[in-house]
């Protein structure tokens, strides 16, 4: 229950969202886009955010697209993960968003409010980062295609007033072999999912062109892909064990109550060493 | 004749409105002018309380009152009286309650709780077990010799320490069983506290009426006592205290104290005696209510080659948290069985509660054996390891028997102890012992299997009691009102099928009353212990016993013929020898019309008790002395699927046998069995209390308190092994609890014989056994 009241707004267009966003942030009311709304939900009712207004994009067509266009794919950012999940367009965004919370939640939380969540975990962005993505950002003056890389580092950086309108992924990139692997503090994650739990390591990886691209959440505070990561990991001229040592070497490995930072670097290991059977690449 | 009494698997009575959604429980309720109640509770561990400033909270519209500590000056607890219903000069737990606003509605409450500014002057935290009993520890309590203990003799404490209860068992002749013992084994074991998690978060209504009646409606297992608190600390009238308790959802112990019951009592007397609602959000649940208890235990135990057990020293140290609620009695049952269902003749055991900056402890199913039963067991492995022989039959040997004698000295029989040997032999069959406990498969895996035994009797003060009314009604089908709450395991519903089984009547052709009323509600003691079948229904067989009587003299009348002859059964009084000459119960229940129009009798009520009897407390330099009726022992098994690579496990199987006595309903005895042992396996691979330093609660919420979701159940195999408790209604035992009581211990032999470690603490999660294979302790 939040224990304060506030606006709730539901545009039809991206642009009546900024404006609106525009309006409410000039009359002081800390406004917030919202998706599935379960973090504004969670956090407002600890006390631990007063927005005064939120913005449902759930309501914007652009947000609820679901299509195949000249080699692209283009996802909506208000569609759920249990709808991505269900399309089955992008079998490693659905791997690694359809193991985040439980399958109500998922019901719940959109793409686009996983990428942008406060939460450090946001697997879903691990399928985007490996697959070199892009974004579309609606501001004030419009829209703007963006390769993730260029604005997600942590967190998506993008400027007060915009928001996270799709996601566009080559479809030939998203056709490529991957492997996908989630541990929690109780153990691996199967998928279909069989374990719920914020990841002690959750990994997502794709073999391009002979090349290892990986990208880990639960291992930092954020999800992240690495470009000295995927250097080391496709080092062949030394042995896959030194690779993998040499890999993990470069993350800032966090410790918390789900597994401290050792736990968390032997999982990783194991997880790496995994991905590369699996992706038969030695 | 239609009979459907005990033995058969009829649905539980309250299935078709729970399946359905059309179940209602506590705050499913409302009432016309219903205020509501939020609590603001502590951040810190252990505090003290400098101001507490509600200028904020009282100006927000639709506020009525703000009550704090200092409101009124009052200390609770069922053994000893340390608790103030809300923190008064100090806080003593993170979560602990510190003010109520009371409100319109909820989410002005809880704004205007946001709104009250308490500020605190922290001070030195006693967060574990260990730091409570080092030297010149801070102390929880500083006034501890001040509190006024509720019974004597129930509580011994050491004052200037935080330790608040000590329990001796001193059996035989230790001494002389050390020296027959040719090998000692000795461990030590650790296991946090945990949450209760009923899928319903506790709540209550209280309302105070314009002639000073104080109606509460809760969700609780302890209705009466509840009553009888609330009339003890306010000086109410008992009978001016009604409570009303539907349908629990769920309770595991959780809901044995009053708690909120007192808060909310406070809170409408606050707003003149209007209507307060109160309920806990699942972080209040977790972290202001009472859980279940921590322990540090030490075993030491010695056998001669042949297996026999000759010695054993035990040492339990109880995390009661800030307040002894009944953790102090916990320590107390642990101590009184604390060799496990093992014949042991020299022992010594001291089992210590201390206090700690957590939240306070309470029941939680098992009372405290599945906390000891962890070390003896994991201990019972090491000596089987120690002396080379398979551990199932290493507990074989040793199984309590008749003639054997617990560590308190009660006497057993096959009716108190029942048949320890059959259910291990079962389990053998069952879990395909012989086949081997450890297994690799490759690819890195093994399959590995643990065993454990139980044994638990009740802890129900001496003179525990309870009462039941049965009514028959026009058509002949009868009422049942027991004081019993239903708070899952289908209670009503087997006492419906022990009165249909006297009656020889169909149970479905009994109504059972589910709301408990203390205003016309018989009696019951409390709805835990395992001991609701045993005690209601025995004062179920009373009753009947009763109705019959009045019943064949109605008949005896009506058929003309002395009583002794006739019988009762399929809803008709029949005389023995000519089973035709009949009269349907339903034409004499509400009284007999003759012909001519004169009539005889009226409603036959029948009316029974129960009173528990030769329970005797403990000495306090022996332990001799008995506290329950009798035990139910088991045996448990579990089987896993390690992956020596990474640590990770799948549990494959479950399996308990359990000497039920006599099974009263087999599928909802089965259920309650594996819900038991779903419990007992969350305990042991991933549940625990995280206290950050400082005190601070880590993990007060479901997303990071880990549970057994629904997809990670393993196999269960449940079975029974049945030796009448002669004194038990059809000869059951109680079994409610034990479900839970092995499981961790067999979780945790048969991960050590996969990964070839001693783990010896909980929970077992993947990283715990990581670090115990790269030997650093926890």
Redesign the interface.
């Known amino acids: 229950?939040?224990?304060?009241d506030f606006e709730y707004y539901r545009p039809d267009t991206p642009e009546e969202a900024v404006m609106l966003y525009d309006d409410l942030y000039k009359e002081g009311k800390n406004p917030l886009y919202y998706g599935g709304g379960t973090e504004i939900i969670s956090f407002s009712?600890?006390?631990q955010l007063y927005p005064g207004a939120v913005i449902d994009i759930k309501g914007i067509p652009e947000c609820n697209v679901l299509e195949q266009k000249n080699g692209y794919l283009v996802i909506g950012a208000a569609l759920t993960l249990s709808q991505i999940q269900e399309s089955n367009i992008f079998p490693l965004l659905i791997h690694c968003g359809g193991r985040v919370a439980?399958h109500t939640i998922r019901d719940k939380i959109t793409l686009g409010g996983n990428i942008c969540a406060k939460i450090p975990y946001r697997e879903a962005v691990l399928a985007l980062l490996t697959c070199d993505a892009d974004i579309m950002i609606q501001g004030t003056d419009g829209k703007k295609r963006v390769n993730i890389h260029e604005v997600f580092n942590q967190f998506l950086r993008i400027n007060k007033g915009e928001f996270l309108l799709q996601v566009i992924i080559n479809e030939k990139i998203a056709r490529l072999p991957f492997a996908s692997y989630k541990?929690t503090?109780?153990?691996?994650v199967a998928y279909p999912?069989?374990?719920?739990?914020?990841p002690?390591v959750s990994g997502a990886g794709i073999n391009k062109d002979g090349k290892l691209r990986v990208a880990v959440s639960g291992v930092c505070n954020y999800p992240v892909r690495l470009a000295e990561v995927d250097n080391a990991l496709n080092d062949t001229g030394i042995p896959r064990f030194e690779r993998i040592n040499n890999a993990v070497e470069f993350f800032p490995i966090i410790s918390d109550?789900?597994?401290?930072a050792d736990?968390r670097t032997?999982?990783l290991k194991?997880i790496l060493f995994d991905m590369m059977e699996r992706l038969e690449y030695y | 004749m239609e009979t459907v009494g005990i033995g058969v698997s009829i649905p539980r009575k309250e299935s078709p409105d729970k399946v359905t959604g059309l179940a209602r429980y506590n705050t499913d309720f409302t009432s016309p002018g219903l205020l509501y109640a939020w609590m603001v509770t502590s951040i810190y561990a252990h505090a003290n309380i400098k101001s507490i400033n509600i200028s904020d909270a009282i100006k927000i519209s639709g506020v009525h009152a703000v009550i704090t500590g200092d409101s009124y000056s009052l200390l609770c607890g069922p053994v000893i009286e340390d608790r103030p219903p809300l923190a008064k000069g100090k806080v003593r737990y993170f979560g602990e309650p510190v003010a109520v606003v009371v409100a319109d509605s909820e989410e002005k409450a809880k704004e205007a709780a946001g709104k009250i500014m308490v500020e605190y002057e922290p001070l030195p935290v006693v967060n574990s077990i260990k730091g409570a009993i080092k030297k010149g520890s801070p102390l929880v309590h500083e006034n501890l010799a001040f509190y006024k203990q509720v019974k004597p003799n129930e509580i011994f404490f050491k004052p200037g320490t935080n330790i608040v209860q000590h329990v001796k068992i001193r059996k035989g002749d230790l001494k002389k069983g050390w020296e027959q013992s040719e090998i000692v084994v000795e461990a030590e074991f650790s296991l946090p506290q945990s949450n209760h998690i009923a899928m319903e978060p506790r709540n209550v209504r209280a309302e105070i009426k314009g002639d000073g009646q104080v109606v509460i409606n809760t969700s609780t297992q302890a209705p009466f006592d509840v009553q009888e608190m609330l009339a003890q600390y306010f000086n109410l009238d008992a009978t001016r205290v009604i409570v009303h308790v539907p349908l629990v959802g769920g309770g595991f112990g959780g809901k044995t104290t009053a708690q909120l019951e007192i808060i909310a009592y406070l809170a409408s007397k606050a707003v003149n005696g209007r209507p307060v609602k109160l309920i806990e959000s699942r972080e209040q649940d977790m972290t202001s209510s009472p859980c279940h208890l921590g322990l540090e235990s030490k075993v030491k135990i010695g056998a001669s080659r042949d297996g026999k057990i000759q010695a054993a020293q035990f040492t339990f140290i109880v995390d009661v948290g800030a307040y002894v609620d009944s953790g102090s009695k916990m320590t107390r049952a642990m101590a009184a069985d604390c060799t496990g269902p093992y014949k042991i003749d020299n022992v010594r055991c001291d089992s210590y509660s201390v206090y700690t900056n957590h939240t306070y402890v309470t029941a939680f199913r098992g009372f405290g054996r599945l906390s000891y039963v962890f070390a003896i067991e994991r201990t019972m492995e090491k000596l089987a390891f120690a002396l080379g022989m398979d551990p199932l039959e290493l507990r074989l040997i040793n199984a309590l028997k008749p003639g054997d004698t617990t560590p308190t000295l009660v006497g057993l029989n096959y009716s108190n102890i029942g048949n320890l040997s059959e259910c291990l032999s079962r389990l053998k069959t069952l879990i395909n012992w012989d086949e081997g406990v450890r297994t690799e498969t490759g690819n890195y895996k093994v399959r590995s299997k643990g065993v454990s035994c139980l044994w638990k009797t009740s802890s129900s003060p001496p003179d525990a009691t309870s009462g039941a009314i049965i009514t028959i009604n026009r058509d002949g089908t009868l009422n049942l009102n027991v004081g019993a709450v239903e708070i899952g395991p289908g209670t009503k519903t087997s006492l419906a099928q022990i009165l249909a089984e006297r009656l020889k009547m169909d149970a479905n052709k009994i109504h059972v009353a589910m709301e408990v009323n203390t205003g016309v509600s018989p009696n019951h003691w409390k709805t835990v212990a395992s001991m609701t079948n045993y005690m209601v229904g025995n004062a179920v067989l009373d009753a009947a016993e009763d109705l019959i009587h009045q019943i064949l003299k109605i008949a005896s009348i009506v058929l003309m013929c002395p009583p002794e002859v006739l019988e009762v059964g399929g809803g008709k009084v029949y005389m023995k020898e000519e089973p035709q000459i009949s009269i349907d119960i339903k034409e004499i229940g509400n009284g007999y019309e003759n012909p001519n129009g004169h009539s005889i009798g009226g409603q036959i009520i029948g009316r029974g008790n129960f009173i528990m009897h030769q329970l005797l407390p403990m000495d306090h330099a022996t332990g001799r002395g008995r506290l329950g009726p009798a035990w139910a022992v088991g045996a448990q098994a579990v089987e896993v699927e390690f992956d020596t690579r990474n640590c990770t496990y799948k549990i494959l199987k479950a399996a308990t046998v359990i000497d039920a006595g006599k099974v009263l309903n087999p599928k909802c005895a089965k259920g309650v069995v594996m819900g038991g042992m779903c419990m007992g396996l969350g305990y042991g691979s991933r549940e625990q209390n995280l206290y950050a330093q400082g005190g601070k609660r880590e993990n007060p919420q479901l997303r990071t308190y880990h549970l057994m979701r629904f997809g990670e159940n393993p196999e269960y195999i449940v079975d029974f092994v049945e030796t009448p408790h002669v004194i038990g209604p059809y000869g059951m035992r109680g079994i409610a609890e034990h479900g839970i009581i092995g499981i961790p211990a067999a979780l945790a032999n048969a991960l050590s014989v996969a990964a070839q470690v001693e783990l010896n603490c909980t929970p077992l999660t993947p990283e715990v056994i990581w670090r115990t294979k790269k030997g650093e302790s926890k």
């Open positions: 229950m939040i224990p304060f009712r600890l006390y439980d541990t503090a109780d153990g691996a999912q069989d374990k719920i739990g914020y002690v109550m789900e597994g401290s736990y032997f999982v194991n």
